[in-house]
């Protein structure tokens, strides 16, 4: 490679342009005809190929550009140096911004299909991927996304500019718009062939904080959170729980409808074909049952309590089925398989003895403090011990009386051995064909359900804290959602890599933040490159992950946006 030097005039102006440019040699045009058998080869040119126009680059760049192609550029022996020898052979290194966050996980996405699915052809996409890193980075609002920005290396990873909040809230929207291409690109269609595919499909709610969401309502609240409004969330994934789509729904919307958006979802964009979904109890009923058909579907789930004793009253199921190995019942060309978990029956045990020793422990504290003060009204006693067997559904065995005074309970033993009587038991309904899948087989798809609940917890109060919800706007709600659920697909793809290095993935992510960049030249020009080796911690992550690039060049400075309003000390910028 060298510098060429180009100067024209043109109307009384004199143009300069700097170019670099690469020498190589390729064949000599062949005369026309077919050449004889035994004449020389054809004779080779040397033709010179422009690799990049540097007229804008500053001169100190550029003579340093130029001694490096000539060979005598001292910084590339430095970077060969031992460590801790600068470029100007002084024994400090002046080391930069974090680059092994970003720049690992970009490559990782880059492997995964995340950045084509995605984009990065325009600022919008690439500031999506930037939320997408960032989510697996900290987790938080999109103002701390912007100040996570300041120590790292982003301009050389992603050539984004200077950005503040507003052009998050852009790429949010541009990822609502785009969700349905950018799910379809990562697992184009036909997503699922043959009777042995298996799709898992769950729903989960997510509460905001305020009151303004186009999407908040109320609704029955998973998060235990009372006076807050929801939405809800349906996960849609495959046989072994990778995401494939998020769907985001008001938070008064009940789980079936959902369900039968799933169906249609996979008929349609996905192009499934005589799959078996998996959905849970009291999702997948009628009309689920009824789309699955007209989509030639088949599905996996479970009764629920009710249902199961309504069997067992009709006697089409007996409890002597009920064992550690899964048995099946065919009932009017349904499939049932029973099994009881002996782990799950001995806990809901201790938990029912441990609920109502709590109840009791509080009735004769109660019964005292009515006996020594004459205000304390027994009436109220009735009302809370009523309400304290509620919650714990323990009024189907036990009973609470006022004799004068005094809380009075008794317990039915019978009942209470009715209302044990399904700890640990659960029964699995599906329509697959014997043919198609065993009793252990579809006993295991719809275990397999749980995949789906370890990835919402990991999106809710796990790595990527999908909730709560700062946002107003539908389309930025859905991208939020979106961010989240490809940030899951590159966290499970991170967590198979360093798993068997015995890391976790904050480990991976933490190690990675010690790889920063080294300047390259002097101050003034604000370049980096990479180190020249890394510590032992950085090189164990670093090689299970694609290798790290040279950063962009950028002379931009780095990105410094905050509130315009100065809060908590900080200044205005």
């Avoid at 000599?28 to 680059?57: C, I, M, Q």
Wanted: with cysteine.
């Amino acid at each position: 490679m060298f510098i060429k030097r180009n100067r024209s005039r043109r109307g009384g102006k004199t143009y300069e342009s700097v170019l670099l440019v690469q020498g190589k040699r390729v064949p000599a045009k062949r005369p026309v005809g077919r050449p004889r058998a035994d004449s020389a080869p054809p004779p080779s040119v040397v033709v010179h190929e422009t690799l990049a126009n540097l007229s804008h680059l500053p001169v100190p760049l550029l003579e340093m550009i130029e001694r490096f192609c000539q060979g005598s550029e001292p910084n590339a022996a430095a970077a060969k140096g031992p460590r801790g020898v600068g470029e100007s052979g002084s024994t400090a290194v002046e080391m930069g911004p974090c680059y092994g966050v970003f720049a690992g996980l970009h490559g990782l996405a880059r492997e995964l299909g995340i950045v084509a699915a995605v984009g990065e052809a325009t600022r919008p996409q690439r500031l999506a991927l930037y939320l997408v890193y960032a989510r697996l980075l900290l987790a938080e609002s999109r103002l701390a996304a912007v100040r996570a920005s300041e120590d790292h290396a982003l301009e050389e990873v992603l050539a984004v500019g200077r950005f503040d909040e507003d052009d998050l809230y852009g790429a949010l929207e541009y990822l609502g718009e785009h969700q349905s291409q950018i799910e379809s690109a990562l697992h184009p269609p036909p997503c699922g062939k043959g009777a042995g595919a298996v799709f898992l499909y769950d729903v989960t709610s997510v509460y905001f904080e305020g009151d303004h969401n186009e999407l908040a309502a109320f609704g029955y609240n998973r998060d235990g959170k009372k006076g807050k409004k929801q939405m809800v969330a349906g996960l849609l994934t495959d046989g072994q729980g990778e995401p494939l789509s998020i769907q985001l729904y008001p938070g008064n919307t009940n789980d079936p409808p959902t369900f039968l958006d799933a169906v249609q979802k996979l008929k349609v964009r996905f192009g499934a074909e005589e799959v078996a979904l998996v959905g849970d109890r009291g999702m997948i009923k009628a009309l689920g049952k009824q789309a699955l058909g007209e989509a030639k579907f088949r599905y996996v789930t479970a009764l629920t309590e009710p249902q199961v004793r309504a069997l067992l009253k009709a006697g089409k199921l007996q409890m002597g089925l009920f064992d550690e190995q899964p048995a099946e019942v065919e009932v009017e060309g349904k499939r049932y398989v029973l099994r009881r978990n002996p782990q799950t029956q001995a806990r809901e045990e201790a938990r029912r003895a441990d609920q109502w020793q709590r109840v009791q422990a509080w009735m004769a504290k109660r019964n005292q403090a009515v006996e020594q003060k004459v205000r304390c009204q027994p009436g109220s006693s009735l009302r809370q011990a009523q309400k304290l067997l509620a919650k714990y559904r323990l009024g189907g065995w036990v009973s609470v009386v006022l004799e004068g005074r005094q809380l009075v309970w008794r317990e039915e033993a019978e009942a209470r051995a009715s209302a044990a009587q399904l700890d640990g038991c659960y029964v699995v309904e599906s329509d697959v064909p014997v043919a198609a899948a065993t009793t252990q087989q579809v006993h295991d798809r719809y275990v397999s359900l749980t995949a789906v609940e370890r990835d919402f917890r990991t999106l809710k109060t796990g790595l990527l804290k999908i909730r709560p919800v700062f946002l107003r706007k539908a389309d930025r709600t859905r991208g939020h959602a979106l961010v989240s659920l490809l940030a899951l697909k590159l966290a499970r793809e991170l967590d198979r890599r360093v798993a068997p290095l015995g890391l976790t993935v904050p480990d991976a992510v933490d190690r990675l933040k010690g790889v920063r960049l080294v300047r390259l030249g002097e101050a003034g020009l604000g370049l980096w490159r990479l180190p020249a080796r890394y510590a032992a911690a950085q090189s164990e992550v670093l090689g299970v992950l694609p290798k790290l690039p040279a950063p962009v060049l950028s002379l931009l400075k780095p990105n410094v946006r905050r509130l315009r309003n100065p809060r908590k000390g900080r200044p205005k910028q």
